[in-house]
């Protein structure tokens, strides 16, 4: 079984620039989620979907990030303009069952630097 | 406020020891509790799961346990290998809500020959 996709592994950018990240995730799993993870700290949620819905959006900062969902699938979560504490690991997680015992299967993340 | 908290922050073992890596939440009403393993560089990867009515769970050399009562958690590592480097995060479930999942921290275990 394939496991979650993420694109790219690294990116370099320079503030004010922007930047998107892209994932796929199991197939089948219906909730898909993204986490900042910043160095020595546990991933923080940003956004959850169920299939192409938004469920929890709360600590996504709406004036510079934006994701989506398109049919369900894959994701792709943006970022315009990047300030320099955006550097961190975008981890994409999805899951086959999302509440109770639902595991979450990670993707290696996508390692932001912000110069 | 729903919270979870792990210790130590990090730990350094020499290989083939044991050690024991802490986590407490206040998370409640409780579903369940997930140990995460992450390598450097990697997503990380379910360990193991604890829900209300179990109180030992192992896999391999780790070993999982539960106090509901007191809201503790414990993973207990034996005779460590290098490859069991790595962070530890330990992850509550609330019961309810959408965004019911409450992230530790983690602990950053290294193990040294």
């Known amino acids: 079984e394939a496991g979650v996709a993420q694109s790219p592994r690294y990116k370099i950018i320079e503030k004010r620039q922007s930047v998107a990240f892209w994932c796929n995730p199991i197939?089948?799993?219906?909730?898909l989620y993204w986490y900042q993870q910043i160095l020595g700290q546990g991933p923080k949620l940003l956004i959850q979907f169920q299939n192409n819905g938004v469920v929890d959006d709360s600590q996504l900062p709406k004036d510079r990030f934006s994701a989506e969902r398109l049919k369900g699938v894959d994701s792709t979560l943006k970022i315009q303009p990047a300030k320099l504490e955006d550097s961190a690991v975008y981890l994409c997680?999805?899951?086959?069952?999302?509440?109770?015992?639902?595991?979450?299967?990670f993707g290696e993340g996508s390692r932001l630097t912000v110069l | 406020k729903n919270q979870v908290e792990q210790s130590p922050q990090s730990l350094i073992i020499l290989e083939g020891k044991n050690c024991t890596l802490q986590?407490?939440?206040?998370?409640?009403?409780?579903?369940?509790l997930r140990w995460y393993k992450q390598d450097t560089g990697r997503g990380p990867v379910s360990l193991t799961i604890?829900?209300?009515?179990?109180n030992t769970k192992s896999n391999g050399r780790y070993t999982a346990t539960l106090d509901a009562d007191t809201k503790q958690s414990s993973l207990h590592i034996t005779a460590s290998q290098l490859s069991d480097s790595a962070s530890y995060i330990c992850?509550?479930?609330?019961?309810?809500?959408?965004?019911?999942?409450?992230f530790g921290t983690g602990t950053r275990l290294t193990v040294i020959p």
């Open positions: 604890m829900t209300f009515s179990e």
């Open positions: 986590c407490n939440y206040t998370v409640s009403p409780f579903s369940n």
């Open positions: 997680a999805s899951s086959l069952i999302p509440q109770n015992t639902g595991e979450l299967f």
């Open positions: 197939s089948g799993h219906a909730t």
């Open positions: 992850v509550v479930r609330h019961q309810t809500g959408a965004n019911n999942l409450f």
